[in-house]
């Protein structure tokens, strides 16, 4: 079983949709989540970073972040076919210490 | 946010030859960079923790003798790839963390490098 786990998708949703994206993990050490977003061919990109539990918005991004149930979870309002990528869930135990990753979800936005 | 770039984007060798793969951090200083592999359609995979001033830490199953890692400054770490047979063909990426930014364990990445062997 991996450390963190991701539906790889595809998700395809039709632009102004929200986007639901999710990752659950096994380890209760994981104290710092992130969010990236990666385009095809290109490195990630931060989009959300989160520090133990509880929401956060940012724009049209929220990530929430539940420890008690080893879930986080990162919602895309009013989607737009620029948003279409692959999102990874991304996650580590302590400062300065190396991430894990989830498998990434892709993610389709239909004009 | 800070900038990473990776030098070449992409490089096309033939099988048993060396590639060398350049991480720079353009605006800030990184003690730790960290190296990953790609395959299409997967995640990153973390190969090894480059610290400066001393040797990499490999993941488990990483041959340290193929991927040679150094880090020679605070802002460039260089991963080589010795004898490289095509099954090393991957989309390598780095990732360093500003030791001075406002949220730890944060990474910020570079492009990437497709790495073709024939």
């Known amino acids: 079983q991996k450390e963190v786990e991701q539906d790889p998708g595809p998700l395809s949703v039709p632009e102004g949709a929200i986007v639901s994206l999710n990752c659950t993990y096994s380890?209760?050490?994981?104290?710092?989540f992130m969010w990236y977003r990666q385009y095809s061919r290109k490195g990630p990109e931060l989009l959300m970073y989160t520090y133990s539990s509880g929401n956060k918005e940012d724009g049209r991004f929220t990530a929430q972040v539940d420890k008690s149930s080893k879930y986080i979870s990162l919602f895309i309002r009013d989607s737009q076919p620029s948003d279409s990528a692959t999102y990874l869930c991304?996650?580590?135990?302590?400062?300065?210490?190396?991430?894990?990753f989830g498998g990434g979800t892709r993610v389709l936005v239909k004009p | 946010g800070a900038v990473v770039s990776q030098h070449p984007s992409w490089v096309i060798c033939k099988s048993g030859t060396s590639v060398k793969i350049e991480c720079r951090s353009l605006?800030?200083?990184?003690?730790?960079m960290f190296w990953y592999r790609q395959f299409p359609k997967q995640s990153l995979m973390l190969m090894a923790t480059s610290n400066e001033g001393s040797k990499a830490t490999y993941e488990q199953g990483v041959e340290k003798d193929k991927f040679l890692i150094n880090h020679a400054s605070l802002t460039l770490s260089t991963l080589t790839v010795t004898s490289a047979h095509p099954e090393d063909s991957s989309f390598y990426i780095c990732?360093?963390?500003?030791?001075?930014?406002?949220?730890?364990?944060?990474?910020?990445f570079g492009p990437g490098t497709r790495l073709t062997v024939l």
């Open positions: 605006d800030f200083q990184a003690t730790t």
């Open positions: 991304a996650m580590a135990k302590t400062a300065g210490n190396k991430l894990t």
């Open positions: 990732s360093a963390g500003d030791p001075a930014g406002a949220r730890l364990n944060e990474q910020f």
């Open positions: 380890n209760s050490a994981f104290q710092y």
